[in-house]
Every structure is written in C-alpha cells, then in structure tokens.
C-alpha cells in the first residue's frame, strides 16, 4: 500500500529556509505591490527574499514565496510574505478565477494583485502556511468539493478548460499505456488492451452525456490548505465546467485510504452536502454509479502519464495498483465484455 503519509501536511507544506536576497519576481514592481502592501509609502529601502520552498509535483516552477521587507508610514519597518504565480497560457490565467469565487463566497487564498503582460498572467495571493489536511479533516474537504460544485452559473469565459491534445493522438497514447500495463511484470490482473480500449471508449460516451458543474479538474491535497482557519482551494489553472462528479469521483478513494474511511462512506457524506446545499437529495446508487464512470474515464486518460512518470515520489500509485483499481472498477460497471 502506497505510504499515505507523504500527503500530511508537514509534509506538502512550505518549508522557512535561509533568507535569499532576491529581486521581484516575473517583472512585477514596488509600485504594484504598494498597491496591497499595508503602510506602504515608496521603494526606498525596500527589498524582497526568498523565504520559503514549496514542496510538491512541480516544486514550483512557475511560482514562488518571498517576503518583502519595507517602511511603513512612521519609518518602522513592516515585512508581508506572498505567494507569486506566473501562467504563460492564456487558458491558465487565475486572476479572474480567484475573483469570481471570491465574490461567491466560495473559500481560497486573497487574491491580492493580478497583472497580465506579453510573458503572461502573474498573480500574487496571500501566503497559506499549511498545504494539505489532517485524516481527521477530509470530511470538511468533501464538504469543500460539494460547495464547489454547487456553485451556480460559473461565467464560462472565465472558467476556460486548458485545451487537450486531438482525440485520434490521444487515444493513441492511452492504447500505448494500456499495452505497456499489459506487459508489466508487477500487474496481477489480466489486462486485455484491445477489451480494455474498448471500455474506456464506451464510458467516454456515457460520461460525455452527464450533467456538468464546475470542478477543480486535478485536485486533491496539494491543492487545499489552512488560511485564517479556514479551508482554501487554490491552484486553479484546470477548473472548468466538467462531469458534475468529477473531483470528488477522482480523490475519493485515495482520501478513503487516508483517512481510514470507506469511500461510500464519503461519498455518502458528498451527497448530504450537495442536498443541504440545494435541497435535492440524489439517488446514492445512481449517483454512484456516475462517479464510477468519471473515474473510470480519468484513470485511462490519466494512463500514460501516469506510467510516464513511474517512480516519482509525488505518484502514489504503482502500475499493480493502477491495474488493480481500473480492472475492479470495469467490472463494477460491466464494461468488460
């Protein structure tokens, strides 16, 4: 069983590290920051530092933490960390995101300057010093992915989905991972890749004709954390309108293997929040069933960069347990013929 303990927040967290005198990062300048910075006058003396690593898949390549030293209005020094954010594809762009859910009322880190340029969107939010939830929190997450996907009438031109490469390159890299499953020595199940495409093209169909709400697209703990004492979401690059079960059918089983709970357990407790969220309660077999078909459909595209990326210590899941989980879920959904 994967080590689940590298999802703790200690573990996602930002770590302090050693002051590293540094300039403003990605062109933003002193005038932008005094925008937001409280007491604020003029640059004079003021200076930025690289305060902290972030920890993570992508070790923040196109973000960092600093904190910026400055005077206040009485002369007396003031100091702020944030969080900087570059996005150099349109699609990606977070600014209008974050301001979107905010004016909702839906929970993330303040959104404190956006500025968009040739290179791209920079955002700068406020600093979450705690990534990810204890076991005992993930109740209040799937609470989280509830309130998310009950928001009503997302503006579509701010929630754009990054776009996908063609259907015909993609679906030839899904019969090339699904080759490669076959013939991997740890897999304990049979893998039948001509059977098993022809799965994944059926549930296509079937999740392509599902209802939509907006979805975080790739989240679980490393895109949540504790600001304020409250739960924020962030990262939000790939929300868009998607398959309304998508989120909570994509973390529900690696949050059920976290926090000890089984995942009809949790989905359960999804489908309260949503119904005390609009008042429609939701046939749970039906319902589970959709989330079955989401998931199912997200593990085959998720494939090839799954087994592209073996060995990665973010990548909980082994080729035996990717095998494992699709062959048990096709069963459940009888796509197996």
């Not at 920051?33 to 409280?38: A, D, I, K, N, V």
């Amino acid at each position: 069983m994967p080590d689940q303990t590298r999802f703790a927040p200690a573990n996602l967290s930002p770590v302090p590290i050693e002051p590293r005198p540094c300039a403003l990062p990605y062109g933003l300048t002193w005038r932008e920051l005094g925008e937001f910075l409280p007491g604020f006058v003029d640059a004079e003396g003021a200076r930025a530092w690289v305060s902290h690593e972030i920890r993570g898949l992508h070790k923040g390549t196109n973000s960092c933490i600093v904190t910026v030293g400055y005077l206040g209005e009485d002369g007396s020094p003031l100091t702020q960390t944030v969080f900087c954010k570059r996005s150099e594809e349109p699609a990606r762009a977070e600014g209008a995101r974050y301001a979107s859910l905010s004016s909702r009322g839906f929970p993330t880190p303040r959104l404190l300057h956006s500025v968009v340029r040739a290179a791209g969107e920079v955002v700068v939010l406020e600093f979450v010093p705690t990534v990810g939830v204890e076991p005992n929190d993930i109740p209040e997450l799937v609470g989280l992915i509830a309130r998310l996907n009950t928001l009503e009438a997302p503006p579509p031109e701010v929630f754009i989905l990054p776009p996908r490469v063609p259907g015909e390159e993609f679906s030839a890299r899904v019969k090339a991972a699904l080759t490669s499953l076959a013939t991997h020595p740890a897999v304990s199940v049979e893998v039948d890749p001509e059977c098993w495409f022809a799965a994944y093209r059926r549930a296509t169909k079937a999740v392509a004709a599902l209802p939509t709400a907006l979805n975080h697209g790739e989240l679980y703990l490393q895109q949540v954390g504790w600001s304020h004492g409250r739960l924020v979401m962030f990262d939000l690059e790939t929300m868009g309108l998607r398959p309304r079960f998508h989120d909570i059918a994509t973390t529900v089983g690696g949050l059920a293997t976290y926090s000890g709970r089984e995942e009809r357990d949790l989905f359960s407790g999804y489908l309260d929040a949503m119904r005390d969220l609009t008042g429609v309660a939701l046939e749970e077999a039906d319902a589970w069933k959709e989330a079955l078909l989401v998931r199912t459909v997200d593990a085959f595209q998720a494939l090839p960069w799954r087994l592209d990326n073996l060995g990665h210590p973010d990548i909980a899941k082994t080729p035996r347990d990717i095998a494992f989980d699709l062959h048990h879920d096709l069963q459940t959904l009888c796509l197996l013929t």
